[in-house]
C-alpha cells in the first residue's frame, strides 16, 4: 500500500460470540476481504462487518480505539489481541467520537455485511451544522447524580459531562440505549438519541435542555 492511501479500522461481531463480544483491528484493504480471511476453522461461524472507518491515519485510530477501551476497564478478552467484551453501538459510538477530529474519517455502518447507509463524511469541510451533543451541564445535572432510564425504569449515576455509570461501567446514552433497550421499542437502523429515554426528576432530558435552552435566549446579555 502507498503512504498516505487510506485504510481502515473495523468492527466484527460474530453470531458464536456474545453479544458484548467484539474484533476491533485495521486493514489496509476493503474489510469484506478481511473478515473473509478471518474465516477459518478456529471460529465456526463466519465474522460480521458492524462498522468502519475509512482514513489515512488508520492505524492511530485503532491504536486510539483500543487505548480508549482499556482506560475505561479491562475490557480486552485477552491481552495482545484485538478481541474485548463491549457492545458493538458503545464501540461504535467511540468510532464516531475519534472521527470528529480527523479530517478525511468516513463511518460507514453495516446489516447483514451490506451497508445501511450512505458513508457519513466527518471533515469539518463537508458537515453539514449540527446541533451540539447533549451534555449534563447544559440542565445543570451534577457529576454524582442519579438519572432514571425510562424504557425500563432503571437507575443510572452521572459519571462525567458525556457518560453514565451502570454496574460498574460507563457508558454513553445512546450506547447505553441501544445495549438495554427492550427489544420490542427498537428500531430498524439502531441509532438512537440518548437523551430522549433518560429523565432527571421526572422530567426527560431532551424537554429538560429546551427549556434551558429557552431560558438562555430570553435572558438578555448582561
Not at 489515512?56 to 483500543?66: P, Q, S
Not at 458503545?90 to 451497508?115: C, M, S, W
Request: aromatic share 10%; with cysteine.
Amino acid at each position: 500500500m502507498k503512504p498516505h492511501e487510506p485504510g481502515y479500522v473495523y468492527i466484527l461481531t460474530n453470531p458464536s460470540f456474545r453479544e458484548d463480544w467484539v474484533k476491533i483491528g485495521k486493514s489496509s484493504r476493503p474489510v469484506n476481504l478481511r473478515s473473509k480471511e478471518l474465516d477459518n476453522t478456529a471460529v465456526p461461524l463466519p465474522f460480521e462487518i458492524f462498522a468502519t472507518i475509512q482514513t489515512v491515519k488508520y492505524n492511530e485510530v485503532e491504536r486510539l480505539v483500543h487505548k480508549f477501551i482499556d482506560r475505561l476497564t479491562d475490557l480486552r478478552i485477552r491481552q495482545n489481541r484485538e478481541f474485548f467484551n463491549v457492545a458493538p453501538q458503545i464501540a461504535l459510538d467511540i468510532f464516531k467520537d475519534i472521527a470528529l477530529t480527523i479530517d478525511d474519517a468516513v463511518i460507514t455502518e453495516y446489516r447483514h455485511n451490506q451497508p445501511i447507509s450512505t458513508p457519513e463524511k466527518t471533515s469539518q469541510k463537508h458537515r453539514s451544522p449540527r446541533r451540539e451533543r447533549f451534555k449534563f451541564s447544559m440542565v445543570g445535572i451534577q457529576i454524582g447524580e442519579t438519572i432514571q432510564f425510562d424504557p425500563t425504569g432503571l437507575s443510572v449515576k452521572v459519571a462525567s459531562d458525556d457518560s453514565i455509570e451502570y454496574e460498574h461501567r460507563l457508558y454513553k446514552l445512546s450506547p447505553f440505549v441501544g445495549t438495554f433497550l427492550p427489544e420490542d421499542q427498537r428500531c430498524d437502523s439502531g441509532a438512537y438519541q440518548g437523551a430522549k429515554y433518560f429523565s432527571y426528576k421526572g422530567k426527560v432530558l431532551t424537554k429538560l435542555r429546551k427549556e434551558y435552552e429557552l431560558k438562555q435566549k430570553e435572558t438578555p446579555d448582561q
